[in-house]
Every structure is written in C-alpha cells, then in structure tokens.
C-alpha cells in the first residue's frame, strides 16, 4: 500500500471549527497522516462580528514549506488548500510545488478555492483572476461550491445541466477531479421549510451572510465530474446528489467535506483505490452525521445562550466598535467529537426535517455510460449519411 500523507494549508480559529480545525481531524479519523499549515490564526471566524488575529505572509509560508523541504519532511502525497486569503500566499504555495514533487512526483493538489458565496466575495477581486489564471491549471481537484464554479469558469449556474458545463470548462483547463460542491438548480422542485427551534426558518448556507429563508427550500446538490484518464476510462463520468437543505446556517461545511472527500479518497478499497463517487457517498454521509449532532446540541444550548446575550446587551457608546452577532444570527459551528465514530464508519442517511422521506446518499450518475460499440466495415449501415 502507497504511504498517503496529506499537507493541509488553511487557516485556523482558537475557538471554533473551521478550515484546518474542521478538515485536519477528519483526515486523521480516516487514517491519514496530516501536517497541517496555518494560513493564518484567528480569534474565531468571521459569523462572530469581530475577531482578532494575524494572518501569514507568503514570504513566510514560503518559508515554512522550505524548512520542511531542507528537512526531508516536504513529502506530502497529496496537499489540501483552503482559505489563503491573498495572491501573495496561494503564490507561496505554487512556488512550492517543485519542491513538493522533487520527493513525490505524483503530489496531488487539491484546491478548495475560498472565494464567496451566495453571489458575493469575501476576498479582494483581484484573488479570482490569480485562482482563475494560476491556480486551477496546476489542481489535480478543485472543490468551488456555485458561486465560485462561476466565477471561475465563467458559466452562470442555474440548472444542472450549466454546471455540467462549468465543470467542463474546468477540466479543459487542466483539471481532473470537479466537485460543486452545493448548488441550488432553478429546475429541482423545493420543499417546505423545516422551522427551527425558535420556530422560524433559515438558510442553510455555510456562507457567513445571513438571509431570510424562504418558505420551501430547494434540495442542495452536489455533483461530481471527472474527466477521463487511465483511472476512470475513456469518458467523462458525472454524478449527482441531493440532500435537503436544514432550517439553520453552519459555519465550516465546506472544509468538513473537503477533508472528508480528500480523506477517502486516500483510502485504499477492494480494487486498490475508493472511486471518487463513492468518496463522495462517505463524505456526504460523515457531513450529515456532523450537522445532525450539531444541531441536536444547539437546540439544548441555545436558550441558554440568547438568554446569556440579552442579558449583556447595553447601548454602545459613539465610536465604539459593533457589537458580537448575536447567538440567534451566528452560524452553528460544527460538532465533530460526537460525531467520531460515523465518520470512520458512516451511515447513510440524510438528516431532514421529521416527516420527509429517508432519502439515499447513492449518488446518480449523469453521464451516458457506454452500452455497446458499433463495427461497420462494410459501409451498409452508414452508407449514404
């Protein structure tokens, strides 16, 4: 068995779960040896209002990356980026890359490229154009959900058929493995709402943005292609999930599933390797497990803590800096440690609201598998068309 050891450079909160608190633990639940690289080191994540922090430059990530080259530790065989926050630091990164493949030829870079969400950035704009340019011709895995699909490849997404595109301009420019992954198609019928405990509803973004949830809410889908090479053949496979959206906002889904796809992908199966869609059915199912106990240990906290917040709430005075977000508002962070076990050995099942219909994990393949193969040496079938 091929020794796998992933390097993952994200960022990091004291408190919280997000980029390398949320991907590091999963990847090492699944047997995977980790370093793990700090972008930067924050308070806590940015859905709390305020934080506080520093973040790396790329001369020092650079640095970093070249102690561990100088030491003969630099022998990743698979690296994970995520929030880089500026051109300087992912630049670091791909400098390092000769490094990297100086010990391991076949290094795998898979990119979650930290851009936004629903519809907005939340880095410089000037970042996209370095990804874009940069970046994605160098990724063996990009791992964007919609919006930065579309910014990325230029392809406004509105059904699954215009990310079937985007992934495909995608995979022109280099890469092997696309995952979207969560998209809302204007084509997938919603469903109702599910209420919160408070009793209202709300998005289920990961997106630190808050907005008001409609009334239904489309199924979030995620979907996987990948181009063909020696490992999946000759064509093109593409497969979809859904799983209905939940009544709350999460903060760090995305770096859950990044960790978790790049994790079982790592693991070696019964032909010597897990295929990516069924990566894609672990993951999905560890993510679903993580949300159900986070939002089980909400619901028994969060009274406390709205209590908590009214009680300190006092008028601020001129000049002073805006308060915390509220519990209420502030996206649920995410409960791995109850979550353990289903990680290692996931159980799928979909978390939705009590009375919808279990729903299965088993993605669904979109591309025409071929059926059959048609000689004509003759002429008589083709001749005259």
Not at 97 to 109: E, G, K, N
Not at 201 to 210: D, H, L, T, V
Not at 287 to 309: K, M
Not at 377 to 383: A, E, K, N, S, Y
Request: with cysteine.
């Amino acid at each position: 068995m091929v020794a796998r050891r992933v390097l993952s450079i994200q960022s990091h909160v004291v408190h919280g779960c997000v980029g390398n608190r949320a991907a590091a633990l999963p990847l090492q639940l699944l047997g995977i040896e980790t370093d793990v690289l700090n972008t930067l080191q924050y308070s806590n994540h940015a859905g709390y209002g305020s934080f506080a922090g520093e973040k790396l430059t790329g001369d020092q990530l650079y640095a970093l990356l070249d102690g561990m080259h100088r030491n003969g530790l630099l022998a990743a065989s698979h690296v994970l980026t995520g929030y880089m926050g500026s051109a300087e630091t992912i630049r670091a990164v791909l400098r390092a890359l000769p490094l990297l493949r100086s010990a391991r030829p076949d290094v795998q870079f898979w990119c979650d490229p930290v851009l936004g969400d629903n519809g907005r950035l939340y880095v410089p704009p000037a970042l996209v154009d370095v990804y874009r340019d940069e970046v994605v011709p160098h990724a063996y895995a990009l791992l964007p959900n919609q919006f930065e699909a579309e910014v990325l490849s230029g392809v406004t997404i509105c059904t699954a058929a215009d990310a079937r595109r985007a992934c495909g301009v995608l995979h022109r420019r280099g890469v092997e493995l696309v995952v979207i992954t969560s998209a809302e198609f204007a084509d997938t019928p919603a469903v109702p709402a599910a209420p919160s405990a408070d009793g209202s509803s709300s998005s289920s973004s990961s997106s630190y943005a808050a907005a008001a949830a409609p009334a239904t809410l489309p199924p979030l889908s995620v979907l996987l292609s990948r181009r063909p090479s020696a490992v999946s053949g000759t064509w093109r496979r593409e497969y979809r999930v859904d799983v209905p959206q939940l009544p709350h906002r999460f903060a760090g889904t995305g770096d859950l599933l990044a960790g978790l796809l790049l994790g079982w992908s790592c693991r070696d199966g019964v032909r010597g390797h897990v295929p990516a869609h069924v990566a894609l059915r672990y993951s999905l199912a560890g993510v679903q497990s993580v949300l159900r106990h986070t939002v089980s240990t909400n619901a028994a906290t969060s009274a406390v803590a709205t209590a908590a917040a009214a009680g300190a709430a006092a008028p601020s005075p001129a000049g002073a800096p805006p308060p915390p977000a509220a519990p209420a508002t502030r996206p649920l962070g995410l409960n791995l440690l109850e979550s353990i076990d289903d990680i290692r050995h996931p159980v799928e099942r979909v978390l939705a609201h009590d009375d919808a219909p279990t729903r299965s994990l088993t993605p669904e393949r979109l591309d025409a598998p071929l059926r059959a193969v048609l000689f004509d040496m003759d002429g008589t079938l083709t001749d005259g068309l």
